[in-house]
């Protein structure tokens, strides 16, 4: 007889968690999510999903609710995606972030030793440690990191937390160290989201123009559905460890904006430098794109690209869906929801 796998899923209502419950549910897994309460909640991201998995309440910072879960649901495996997941807004609320992003995951690894040091754990790590210091690049899993942002900071306490609880008390503990990753299910106030959004709202005469913070960055942008598949296999190894995953590709948020025009019709011209720098439609010469210095960040990491190849290698795992693909794939879709009177 199979018995079914559970799975505990924070951050279930988050982009990575809806795919995530997405994915375990067709392979069988019973699926918890925690869910914290907020004033509405429509579940959108989960869709269908949302009826296939059970849904608890509570929230990352309380340690006593989330013990009598565990101990409760008894799950197989956590998948700890629940955190203050913007940069930016890391260095407004800093403290939060520190709580939210760091500390609760101290709070994870503590009740899995009390209650039982089997079950597995993923931690959502991220590309943001390394800091994307110029020569440093492609990043793998032995390149230095040197957080730039509070998030990156409380996710390198988190990283080495998950590495002492592995090497320490042998826990199944690993570190998915994930470079950007997107999807139409992206949350508005990311870059990628916000751009096609407004392009979108743009197109159908809603939006007068996009505007933007530093478009010199430069990111290794995969696709959250591929990111998810390897969350998984992670956690399906005899041996836990911390890989690299990303694409391989890396682009300036300028390009993002070129791509997402470019699927909806337009030619974008660039006229101008740093803050005054403008995006026109080539066509009409309308102002399309200009810079609001409000979107820059008091720390920036210049140029992100991932050396995926360990987990090429160990897990199998190459990612299906690249640059191009991925503004397509969004671009539609905000399409069709602004046409559809949702954006
Ligand atoms: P996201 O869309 O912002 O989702 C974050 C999730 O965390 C949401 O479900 C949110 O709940 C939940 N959450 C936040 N604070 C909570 C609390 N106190 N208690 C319970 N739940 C809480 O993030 P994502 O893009 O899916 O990313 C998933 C994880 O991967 C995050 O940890 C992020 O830092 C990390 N990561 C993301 C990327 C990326 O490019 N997407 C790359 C590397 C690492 P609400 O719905 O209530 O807000
Ligand atoms: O910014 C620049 C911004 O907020 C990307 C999170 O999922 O990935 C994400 O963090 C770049 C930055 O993502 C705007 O300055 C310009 O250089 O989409 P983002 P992020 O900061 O890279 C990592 C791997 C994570 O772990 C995080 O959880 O775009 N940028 N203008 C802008 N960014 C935003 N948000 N808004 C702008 O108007």
């Given at each position: 007889?199979?018995?079914?796998?559970?799975?505990?899923?924070?951050?279930?209502?988050?982009?990575?968690?809806?795919y995530l419950a997405e994915l375990l549910v067709k392979k069988g897994y019973d699926v918890v999510g925690l869910d914290r309460r907020?004033s509405e909640r429509d579940y959108w991201r989960l869709g269908e999903t949302r009826n296939k998995i059970k849904i608890i309440e509570?929230?990352?910072?309380?340690?006593?609710?989330?013990?009598?879960?565990?101990?409760?649901?008894?799950?197989?495996?956590?998948?700890?995606?629940?955190?203050?997941?913007?940069?930016?807004?890391?260095?407004?609320?800093?403290?939060?972030?520190?709580?939210m992003t760091g500390k609760s995951v101290w709070i994870l690894l503590e009740i899995i030793r009390a209650v039982d040091q089997k079950?597995?754990?993923?931690?959502?790590?991220?590309?943001?440690?390394?800091?994307?210091?110029?020569?440093?690049?492609?990043?793998?899993?032995?390149?230095?990191?040197?957080?730039?942002?509070?998030?990156?900071?409380?996710?390198?306490?988190?990283?080495?937390?998950?590495?002492?609880?592995?090497?320490?008390?042998?826990?199944?503990?690993?570190?998915?160290?994930?470079?950007?990753?997107?999807?139409?299910?992206?949350?508005?106030?990311?870059?990628?989201?916000?751009?096609?959004?407004?392009?979108?709202?743009?197109?159908?005469?809603?939006?007068?123009?996009?505007?933007?913070?530093?478009?010199?960055?430069?990111?290794?942008?995969?696709?959250?559905?591929?990111?998810?598949?390897?969350?998984?296999?992670?956690?399906?190894?005899?041996?836990?460890?911390?890989?690299?995953?990303?694409?391989?590709?890396?682009?300036?948020?300028?390009?993002?904006?070129?791509?997402?025009?470019?699927?909806?019709?337009?030619?974008?011209?660039?006229?101008?430098?740093?803050?005054?720098?403008?995006?026109?439609?080539?066509?009409?010469?309308?102002?399309?794109?200009?810079?609001?210095?409000?979107?820059?960040?008091?720390?920036?990491?210049?140029?992100?690209?991932?050396?995926?190849?360990?987990?090429?290698?160990?897990?199998?795992?190459?990612?299906?869906?690249?640059?191009?693909?991925?503004?397509?794939?969004?671009?539609?879709?905000?399409?069709?929801?602004?046409?559809?009177?949702?954006?």
């Open positions: 007889m199979n018995i079914k796998k559970k799975a505990f899923i924070t951050g279930v209502t988050g982009q990575d968690g809806s907020c509570g929230d990352l910072m309380e340690y006593e609710s989330l013990r009598r879960i565990i101990e409760t649901e008894k799950p197989d495996e956590i998948y700890n995606l629940a955190a203050q997941s913007h940069v930016g807004s890391s260095f407004k609320t800093p403290l939060t972030t520190l709580d079950i597995k754990i993923y931690q959502a790590s991220t590309s943001e440690l390394f800091g994307g210091d110029p020569g440093t690049e492609p990043q793998n899993e032995k390149t230095p990191f040197n957080p730039h942002s509070p998030y990156a900071i409380a996710k390198l306490a988190a990283f080495h937390m998950i590495k002492l609880y592995r090497e320490s008390y042998g826990i199944f503990a690993c570190n998915g160290i994930l470079f950007n990753h997107e999807s139409p299910r992206r949350g508005e106030d990311f870059v990628t989201r916000k751009i096609t959004i407004a392009v979108a709202r743009i197109k159908a005469g809603k939006q007068e123009v996009l505007e933007l913070g530093n478009m010199d960055a430069k990111r290794d942008w995969g696709f959250a559905g591929d990111y998810v598949e390897v969350m998984y296999e992670m956690l399906q190894q005899d041996k836990a460890d911390d890989y690299v995953i990303s694409t391989g590709e890396t682009h300036t948020v300028r390009e993002f904006v070129e791509e997402s025009f470019r699927v909806a019709g337009y030619e974008i011209v660039w006229e101008g430098k740093d803050e005054k720098e403008i995006g026109k439609d080539k066509k009409t010469g309308k102002v399309l794109v200009r810079i609001n210095p409000e979107f820059f960040r008091p720390g920036e990491v210049p140029l992100l690209l991932g050396d995926n190849s360990k987990a090429k290698k160990v897990l199998g795992w190459t990612p299906k869906v690249t640059f191009k693909k991925l503004a397509k794939m969004m671009m539609e879709d905000d399409l069709e929801k602004v046409e559809k009177g949702l954006l």
